[in-house]
């Protein structure tokens, strides 16, 4: 290796440095320069155009009327928007043209498609249902239908992601899709062709009997039509006998406020508190029930979770804090921020937040975060995780300061979500390794698509839970049979390990099979709940509310 000493290098740097010095104070002095550049000479190279005193304003228009080279303006701007929304709080918003169909959509009731329930758990599109009276329907489509070909490409086998599948399948109403359908019995392809239509989407995915005075709604989200489909459900239930609810809330993210409003007005007696918002200007705009809700007598037990956000948490907090109710469950997120929507010509749009929403009680529902750190913000669910709150309350601590009182002297909190009256941990006592890997495997829900391909004529007779469940009670092979199933796809069986598991995947597997039927997700929620301790809780609360006199409770 080649030596030098001090003086060589000394010899080789002293230019390179000297030349350095001379480039940076070039620019140093360039940028002095350029200060002193005046007012009039700015508006020349701007076109006489008054010159911002908004640099993000001034920037773009610098760019707009001088920069060198010409840039597509619009699509600087559609880079810079989402980082600019970044640094406010984690709930405002860029949404470009291209993202709003998809975000609103799920709000709206509807969309435009062929009306099949679909999965693709062995890289094919199997249909699991078929909307009654819906363009597939009346084309012919069954459940336990292959979609081999859609148009004139082929989707089996090819792994094509989900979503791709799902744009294929949709577009707009009065347009033809062609489907090459296997069936099973049928040699060949069977030729379907299918015209787009309305598909009504629900938020309540589940409404049924738990038992003869107890009913059971699933609400997933709060769409414009969720109020109305409600009340049908109401309705529905209480011709059936029923005098006490459970209302699941776990899992639903939010939505529309007033719908929250109207739900919640729905359970309250008149002139009750359900929420209030104050903006930056420490306006408040509150809302009261008007004494029109047809459930004030009904007990209601709410669940919520970790999942549970925004209008979900409005809804649980004006029940709780009205004392009407028992909420159960675990924590819920914590999103009490309001945003409002303000659309741009491109079809795209900005959602800012604009005020903040309180309980009755005067509780914020908001986490804390910090502006613009978004990471820190979408990592606190794992860390409620690590910090043991998903299977202890008592590693859920609040401040004095947000300690509030309901009407009847209920303690409550504020400062991140809703702490539910009743808290259920998460369980996870009976999970396996043998468990894990039939169903981390997907073999566990395999098995069920084959199971309904087997018995395709049986489910597709039955219309009722209770011809659901003495159908799936009379297999009483059904875990012995899929234990050999999983052998022969690689699961090799451990019997003290499938003891232990034995509810968790016997509920499974009837939950799913019964999902292939008309019966849809009241058949899997009827069976889920076998091993759902948050509504088993639910359950003995209301029970013994029914044993208790009034007074007392």
Do not use: C, W
């Not at 998809?102 to 329930?117: Q, R």
């Not at 090459?180 to 040699?187: A, D, V």
């Not at 941990?425 to 199971?451: A, C, Q």
């Amino acid at each position: 290796m080649r030596k030098f000493d001090i003086k060589q290098i000394l010899g080789y740097l002293l230019p390179l440095v000297a030349v350095a010095v001379t480039f940076i104070v070039g620019l140093r002095v360039g940028t002095i320069r350029s200060r002193r550049v005046t007012q009039m000479q700015l508006r020349e190279i701007m076109g006489g155009m008054n010159v911002p005193t908004n640099k993000l304003t001034y920037t773009l228009s610098l760019i707009e009327k001088s920069y060198v080279d010409s840039l597509p303006l619009d699509s600087i701007i559609e880079h810079v928007m989402p980082h600019l929304v970044k640094e406010l709080d984690p709930h405002s918003a860029y949404i470009p043209a291209s993202e709003m169909q998809a975000m609103n959509e799920p709000l709206e009731g509807e969309f435009d498609g062929i009306g099949v329930v679909f999965n693709m758990a062995t890289d094919t599109v199997i249909v699991l249902n078929v909307i009654p009276k819906g363009p597939s329907d009346k084309a012919g489509v069954r459940a336990g239908d292959r979609i081999i070909r859609i148009n004139d490409s082929i989707v089996a086998g090819k792994k094509i992601p989900q979503n791709n599948i799902v744009k294929q399948l949709r577009g707009k109403r009065g347009t033809i899709v062609r489907l090459g359908i296997e069936r099973g019995g049928i040699k060949g392809l069977v030729d379907i062709s299918v015209t787009r239509d309305a598909i009504p989407l629900h938020s309540i995915e589940a409404s049924f009997m738990m038992s003869p005075k107890i009913g059971y709604i699933k609400l997933s989200q709060f769409a414009r039509t969720s109020f109305a489909e409600l009340k049908k459900a109401l309705k529905e239930l209480r011709a059936e006998g029923m005098e006490q609810l459970i209302f699941d809330l776990r899992g639903n993210t939010g939505g529309y406020l007033d719908q929250a409003i109207e739900i919640a007005n729905e359970f309250l007696p008149a002139g009750a508190l359900i929420v209030y918002t104050e903006d930056r200007a420490r306006h408040q705009l509150k809302e009261f029930s008007d004494g029109k809700g047809g459930s004030t007598d009904l007990d209601v037990a709410v669940l919520i979770d970790e999942a549970s956000a925004s209008s979900s948490e409005i809804l649980a907090g004006a029940l709780q804090d009205n004392d009407r109710g028992t909420i159960v469950g675990r924590r819920s997120f914590g999103k009490g921020l309001v945003q409002r929507q303000v659309p741009f010509a491109d079809g795209s749009a900005l959602r800012i937040t604009v005020a903040r929403y309180f309980t009755p009680t005067g509780r914020s529902i908001q986490k804390p975060y910090t502006t613009g750190e978004d990471d820190e913000y979408d990592s606190d669910i794992y860390k409620r995780y690590l910090n043991n709150e998903f299977f202890s309350a008592d590693s859920i601590h609040f401040a004095d300061s947000l300690k509030f009182t309901t009407p009847k002297g209920k303690v409550v909190y504020g400062g991140g979500g809703i702490m539910p009256d009743e808290f259920v941990p998460l369980d996870t006592m009976d999970v396996t390794k043998y468990y894990v890997e039939v169903s981390g495997r997907n073999i566990l829900y395999r098995y069920t698509i084959e199971y309904a391909d087997r018995h395709r004529a049986e489910l597709d007779k039955i219309t009722t839970l209770a011809e659901l469940r003495a159908f799936l009670d009379a297999d009483t092979n059904l875990l012995s049979d899929f234990v050999r199933y999983a052998e022969r796809h690689g699961v090799k069986p451990v019997q003290r390990e499938i003891n232990t598991s034995r509810k968790i995947m016997e509920a499974q597997l009837r939950a799913y099979i019964s999902r292939n039927t008309a019966l849809e997700s009241n058949g899997f929620y009827d069976n889920i709940h076998k091993i759902d301790k948050t509504v088993q809780r639910a359950t003995e609360i209301l029970e013994q509310m029914r044993q208790t006199p009034p007074s007392q409770q």
